[in-house]
Nanobody, 124 residues
Framework: QVQLVESGGGLVQAGGSLRLSCAAS????????MGWFRQAPGKDREFVAS????????YYADSVKGRFTISRDNAKNTVYLQMNSLKPEDTAVYYC?????????????????WGQGTQVTVSS
């Protein structure tokens, strides 16, 4: 059974930083791309960042480019999202997901399993 457990969310002031972690189990983590998505109240779930199976290719939403960094540690079965210069509009529930592909993609349709999410709240 595939399990993804996010951690690291919380309340932070605008301009601050948070580091999200997602621990995976139940499948060979290093064989698949990973992604982070987020959903704000009243809005659809949106792509944030993705990383391919080896960690050599990453993609970011335009809204987070230059502020967020996705990385992975295949030895620890964990993917990270370092979030700097946070803005109130980054407030959302953040979800990690494991892809059915090795290549990093932006479409949620390519992600087979999802975590429960972790709340990130950025105050102004």
């Amino acid at each position: 059974q595939v399990q993804l457990v996010e951690s690291g969310g919380g309340l932070v002031q605008a301009g601050g930083s948070l580091r999200l972690s997602c621990a995976a189990s139940g499948r060979t983590f290093s064989n698949y791309a990973m992604g982070w998505f987020r959903q704000a109240p009243g809005k659809d779930r949106e792509f944030v960042a993705s990383i391919n199976w080896r960690g050599g290719t990453t993609y970011y939403a335009d809204s987070v480019k230059g502020r967020f960094t996705i990385s992975r540690d295949n030895a620890k079965n964990t993917v990270y999202l370092q979030m700097n210069s946070l803005k109130p509009e980054d407030t959302a529930v953040y979800y990690c997901a494991t892809s059915s592909l090795r290549l990093a993609t932006m479409s949620p349709d390519n992600y087979a399993f999802w975590g429960q999410g972790t709340q990130v709240t950025v105050s102004s």
